[in-house]
């Protein structure tokens, strides 16, 4: 049986008696995420499920079998703690990415028809991966203070079995993952995950890849890199820009980075340096 569909999560939790390594009772979860991962959150040789907490709309995927591993052998593979988006509206649905005003490049906010033009941003999220589902958490722990012993359950926005990512798009030179989860009842769940930096986005590559394809065939799976619509609007944007600006030869490289305002509470806002 499956407790967690029977009982709430909150009594779970509130029931939930830390049972690990005694002699980590007393770490704090944010500095050793990865070891409360390991150790409670997924307990090695425990028949329960990963404790942590799903919405209502994804705990059908609790009683689904992920190719050969039954939902009640989930085990922890790893984490990554990355700025993501959701962009289709299913992915919307399970998390509202944070909004700011959209600014010129001098800092003066943008209007039309006389109201502020807001833009969505990405979202700091663990992206956690066991070896049978692909879970997205905005905010663990949400105190500083919590230790091993509070045995606290994560929040899941969304759970998805990793068996249904059928699609990941390679982006901007590595430094970006677009992931397409299937949604049998609305449009798919589209994340993508802006780690800006190479090594990280082809390590995360490399782990998804190994259990998104498992058990799959020819076809039902789809990777791909679109690097060429990208040259495409860079190309499109210098030659529109300035006389200095236009045919501006060879791409050496292009990065996301964040611009910090010198007005400290306007934030940072993404920008791209062409090279």
Same mark, same amino acid.
């Given at each position: 049986?499956?407790?967690? =569909?029977?009982?709430?999560?909150?009594?779970?939790?509130?029931?939930?008696?830390?049972?690990?390594?005694?002699?980590?009772?007393?770490?704090?979860?944010? !500095?050793?995420?990865?070891?409360? +991962?390991?150790?409670?959150?997924?307990?090695?040789?425990?028949?329960?499920?990963? &404790?942590?907490?799903?919405?209502?709309?994804?705990?059908?995927?609790? =009683? &689904?079998?992920?190719?050969?591993?039954?939902?009640?052998?989930?085990?922890?593979?790893?984490?990554?703690?990355?700025?993501?988006?959701?962009?289709?509206?299913? !992915?919307? #649905?399970? +998390?509202?990415?944070?909004?700011?005003?959209? &600014?010129?490049?001098?800092?003066?906010? @943008?209007?039309?028809?006389?109201?502020?033009?807001?833009?969505?941003?990405?979202?700091?999220?663990?992206?956690?991966?066991? $070896?049978?589902?692909?879970?997205?958490?905005?905010?663990?722990?949400? $105190?500083?203070?919590?230790?091993? *012993? *509070?045995?606290?359950?994560?929040?899941?926005?969304? #759970?998805?079995?990793?068996?249904?990512?059928?699609?990941?798009?390679?982006? +901007?030179?590595?430094?970006?993952?677009?992931?397409?989860?299937?949604?049998?009842?609305?449009?798919?769940?589209?994340?993508?995950?802006? *780690?800006?930096?190479?090594?990280?986005?082809?390590?995360? =590559?490399?782990?998804?890849?190994?259990?998104? #394809?498992?058990?799959?065939?020819?076809?039902?799976?789809?990777?791909?890199?679109?690097? !060429?619509? @990208?040259?495409?609007?860079?190309?499109?944007?210098?030659?529109?820009?300035?006389?200095?600006?236009?045919?501006?030869?060879?791409?050496?490289?292009?990065?996301?980075? &964040?611009?910090?305002? *010198?007005?400290?509470?306007?934030?940072?806002?993404?920008? @791209?340096?062409?090279?």
């Amino acid at each position: 049986s499956i407790p967690y =569909l029977n009982l709430g999560f909150d009594k779970l939790e509130n029931d939930a008696v830390y049972d690990g390594p005694p002699e980590h009772s007393s770490y704090l979860i944010f !500095a050793h995420l990865e070891l409360y +991962f390991r150790n409670y959150v997924f307990k090695p040789s425990s028949s329960d499920l990963a &404790r942590i907490k799903i919405p209502p709309s994804f705990r059908a995927s609790l =009683l &689904r079998r992920n190719n050969n591993v039954v939902a009640s052998s989930e085990n922890y593979v790893t984490y990554w703690h990355e700025d993501t988006i959701p962009t289709s509206s299913a !992915a919307i #649905r399970s +998390f509202n990415p944070p909004t700011f005003p959209l &600014r010129t490049f001098n800092g003066e906010m @943008v209007a039309r028809r006389g109201r502020k033009v807001m833009m969505a941003d990405t979202h700091k999220t663990i992206l956690l991966l066991s $070896n049978a589902a692909f879970y997205v958490i905005k905010t663990f722990p949400e $105190n500083d203070t919590d230790e091993f *012993s *509070s045995a606290v359950f994560p929040q899941a926005c969304a #759970r998805h079995l990793i068996s249904d990512l059928r699609r990941v798009t390679i982006g +901007f030179g590595f430094q970006r993952l677009t992931l397409y989860f299937t949604n049998p009842h609305h449009d798919d769940f589209v994340y993508v995950v802006l *780690s800006t930096q190479k090594k990280k986005t082809a390590a995360m =590559l490399q782990k998804l890849l190994t259990y998104a #394809r498992e058990g799959k065939g020819e076809g039902e799976f789809v990777l791909d890199n679109d690097d !060429a619509r @990208v040259f495409d609007a860079l190309a499109n944007a210098t030659s529109r820009g300035s006389e200095a600006t236009k045919g501006g030869g060879i791409i050496r490289h292009y990065q996301t980075v &964040r611009q910090k305002w *010198s007005v400290e509470e306007r934030g940072t806002v993404r920008r @791209v340096v062409v090279l």
